[in-house]
C-alpha cells in the first residue's frame, strides 16, 4: 500500500475532527445539553485554572441555565493530529460566557482529545488555558 493511500483515511479522519469542533462550537452556543452531551465520552472531564469538572457537573450547569455561551468561535482552523483510534485537536477559541448571571469574556487556547468508538469520535478530555495577551 502507497504511502498516499495510507495516509487518505487519516486525513478524512483529520477534516471530520475539524468539522467536529466547529460543531460542538455551535453546540456550546446552543445551549442544549443533549446536543453538548453527543460530543463528549461519558468519562470526559475538562481541565481548567480551577480544576477538574466532569462531564455530569459541566452539564448540570448547563441544564440549570447557571452557564450560558453567547458566543464561541474558534479562531484559525485546528490543529488536528490523527493516532489510530485517538486523536488531539488543539486551537483557539473565544468565547463569551454568563455564568450566574456574569458575564465572562475569555480567549484560550483548548486542547481536545478524542477517542474513536462504536458510536464515532468522542471527546474525553478538555483543558483550556488562558491565551497570551500580546
Same mark, same amino acid.
Given at each position: ?78 490543529? /488536528?493530529? %490523527?493516532? +489510530? =483510534?485517538?486523536?488531539?485537536?488543539? *486551537?483557539?477559541?473565544?468565547? &463569551? !460566557? ?14 481536545? /482529545?478524542? %477517542?474513536? +468508538? =462504536?458510536?464515532?469520535?468522542?471527546? *474525553?478530555?478538555?483543558?483550556? &488555558? !488562558?491565551?497570551?495577551?500580546?
Amino acid at each position: 500500500m502507497s504511502d498516499d493511500a495510507r495516509a487518505a483515511p487519516e486525513a478524512q479522519d483529520a477534516d471530520r475532527l475539524a468539522a467536529l469542533a466547529h460543531d460542538w462550537a455551535a453546540a456550546m452556543v446552543s445551549d442544549d445539553p443533549a446536543r453538548i452531551a453527543d460530543f463528549m465520552a461519558d468519562d470526559w472531564v475538562i481541565v481548567s485554572e480551577s480544576g477538574i469538572s466532569t462531564k455530569a457537573q459541566f452539564l448540570a450547569y448547563v441544564e440549570s441555565g447557571d452557564l450560558t455561551h453567547s458566543a464561541f468561535r474558534l479562531v484559525g482552523e485546528p490543529r /488536528v493530529q %490523527v493516532y +489510530g =483510534d485517538s486523536a488531539v485537536v488543539t *486551537v483557539r477559541v473565544t468565547n &463569551t !460566557a454568563h455564568y450566574k448571571g456574569e458575564r465572562f469574556d475569555a480567549d484560550e487556547w483548548t486542547t481536545d /482529545v478524542f %477517542v474513536r +468508538g =462504536d458510536g464515532g469520535w468522542r471527546c *474525553v478530555l478538555s483543558h483550556i &488555558t !488562558a491565551a497570551a495577551r500580546t
